[in-house]
Structures are given as structure tokens and as C-alpha cells.
Nanobody, 114 residues
């Protein structure tokens, strides 16, 4: 399993970012995919998941209504659209299969600050 996350950056509170995760090394269509995040000094936290079809999506309560996970199986890519960002959303964001493999990417840093 290999994943490469991108799309992070610095954004003001209330702003938006779209994260991407390009996967390789496994049958992407056969796996649900998940976004996680880890803030400094905190444990890695599950954020959102999408099933193999892209139809079922689940979110941690703190991001419901603001974040949207999606996938493009033809591009082996999973996305996380993040709107109305808050300072508490700042973290390194990672993607992985569902269930998670032991292989993690480098993540992409999201900073929310004015």
C-alpha cells in the first residue's frame, strides 16, 4: 500500500481546502478509504471514511456538515473537501485504507490561522 497526500496549506478560519490522496500498490476499488488527522501532542484521530462505491460516507461529529469525503476510482484518488475550517482542524492529515494498513504516507499539513 502506498499513498501520497497533498493539498494542505495555510488557511484563515472559515476558509476551505481540498485534500487529495493518490493510492497505488493495491486494488483501490476493493477498499474503503479513510482520512485521519493528528494534531501536535494528540493521538491520530479518524476523520472520515468512504466505502468502495463512494456512496456511503461517515464523519466524526466535529466535522459533519463542513467536510466531505469522496473518491474517484478511475484515478485511484480519495478527496477531502474541507469548508468552514476552524483552528481546531489544524493537523497533519493522512489517508489510509479501511481497515487501515500498516503503511502510512507522509501526510499533508493543514494550518488554520489568521
Amino acid at each position: 500500500v502506498q499513498v501520497v497526500e497533498s493539498g494542505g496549506g495555510l488557511v484563515q478560519p472559515g476558509g476551505s481546502l481540498r485534500l487529495s490522496c493518490v493510492a497505488s500498490g493495491f486494488d483501490f476499488r476493493a477498499y474503503g478509504m479513510t482520512w485521519y488527522r493528528q494534531a501536535p501532542g494528540k493521538q491520530r484521530e479518524w476523520v472520515a471514511s468512504v466505502d468502495t462505491s463512494g456512496l456511503r460516507r461517515d464523519y466524526v461529529d466535529s466535522v459533519k456538515g463542513r467536510f466531505s469525503i469522496s473518491r474517484d476510482n478511475s484515478k485511484k484518488t480519495v478527496y477531502l473537501q474541507m469548508n468552514s475550517l476552524k483552528p481546531e482542524d489544524a493537523a497533519v492529515y493522512y489517508c489510509n485504507t479501511r481497515p487501515a494498513s500498516d503503511s502510512w504516507g507522509q501526510g499533508t499539513q493543514v494550518t488554520v490561522s489568521s
